[in-house]
């Protein structure tokens, strides 16, 4: 097939890993002869620094003529001042805002050889299967931010039924799919926007009778999720909630660098990024006496497993995702370790070392 793939690398350490993510979708399209074309675009802070603006108009044109988008991170200390008006995240916010990605899967899988890489006990870990189905245009994310002087700040917090219904209908689906279960976390016993969450996500589970629901309050699903990871099956929530637990699961599966998501609106268009972001402290052009002569250290898997989903939900090429993630897991199971998972007796490899790994690995 043919499909147009639109590449924002972004800041730090997303050039790097993007790279490798092209690296091996370019492999599958030679595999299983597919032509892929690659267009890059501007965003984040390297896009405030080339034309000031960390959305161009043309970025978001891109991405409404391509099958897809592939998405490295956005951020860093040098656009760090609070006073800036113009911030790198916004470049992602709108993106996500002004293509209708409502709703971010984010996948958590504990591979059984990185069951000691995770500071967590192993026989905590072993058999975490679960994805968090995370609200990503609306709440707190999206309110009306206003600051008052130097001495308040105000940020509003809005869900609509619509919104909850939407979102509830696609973690029901995936439950489906999946073990026929929903946990929905919110703040019902302090929020409104949590009551009006809780009774819609009630309402919508009539429609799925076999589907199992369960309601966490989020302080609650934070404890859970290291006492009893894999009871969990599909997690839905919203927004804020969603960045802060997937940061969280990402250390049942060992490191930040490990954890993809698609960013999906019911039909076939998707933004695909890692969850990680752009930890300039280990961006290669920065920390030269980290990488060496290996080339960045920065861990590609998260990149590349993104690269998997695209090819899953955008372009619905199945086979082909589950080569990518077949590919990381041998690889893997091989002893390779990036720095993020590294452990004595392994094989250390760099970004560029992992991705090339890969490749060679997809088709074997
Ligand atoms: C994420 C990130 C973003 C978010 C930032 C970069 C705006 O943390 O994708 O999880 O908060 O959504
Ligand atoms: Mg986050």
Redesign the pocket.
């Known amino acids: 097939m043919r499909a147009r793939i639109a590449v924002l690398p972004g800041d730090g350490i997303g050039p790097e890993v993007i790279a490798e993510a092209v690296k091996v979708l370019k492999r599958v399209a030679q595999t299983y002869e597919h032509e892929f074309t690659f267009q890059e675009a501007l965003v984040g802070g390297a896009a405030i620094d080339a034309v000031g603006d960390p959305l161009p108009a043309e970025t978001l044109q891109l991405c409404r003529e391509s099958d897809a988008v592939l998405f490295g ?3 860093g200390p040098r656009w760090g001042d609070p006073r800036a008006a113009a911030r790198p ?1 916004q470049g ?2 709108s993106l996500r805002q002004g293509l209708g990605l409502f709703a971010n899967l984010r996948p958590v899988k504990v591979h059984p050889d990185l069951l000691t890489a995770s500071p967590l006990k192993p026989d905590i870990l072993a058999g975490v299967d679960l994805v968090v189905v995370r609200e990503l245009t609306g709440g707190i ?1 999206f309110g009306q931010p206003r600051v008052e002087g130097s001495e308040r700040a105000v940020d509003t917090m809005v869900y609509t039924r619509a919104e909850v219904e939407r979102i509830a209908h696609v973690a029901f689906r995936l439950a489906r799919g999946r073990r026929h279960k929903v946990t929905s976390v919110d703040k019902a016993n302090v929020l409104a926007c949590s009551r009006l969450w809780r009774h819609t996500v009630d309402q919508v589970a009539r429609n799925y009778p076999d589907v199992e629901l369960e309601h966490l309050l989020v302080d609650a699903a934070a404890m859970h999720l290291l006492r009893r990871p894999r009871d969990f099956d599909v997690i839905v929530t919203g927004n804020m909630f969603g ?1 802060i637990l ?2 969280e699961a990402s250390m049942l599966a060992g490191s930040m660098g490990l954890l993809p ?1 698609a960013s999906l609106r019911g039909d076939t268009f998707g933004l695909y ?1 890692p ?1 990680h ?1 752009s930890a300039p402290d280990i961006a290669a052009p920065r920390s030269p006496q980290l990488w060496g002569d290996r080339g960045a250290i920065a861990n590609p898997l998260a990149a590349i497993l993104s690269a998997a989903m695209l090819l899953r939900y955008s372009l619905r090429l199945e086979a082909e995702a589950t080569a990518v993630e077949g590919a990381v897991a041998a690889v893997l199971s091989q002893g390779y370790r990036t720095r993020d998972i590294a452990e004595e007796g392994k094989q250390q490899v760099g970004t560029r070392e992992m991705g090339d790994l890969i490749e060679l690995e997809i088709g074997n």
């Open positions: 991170a956005v951020g995240e992602i916010l994310y960045d997937t940061d998501s990024e969850i972001g």
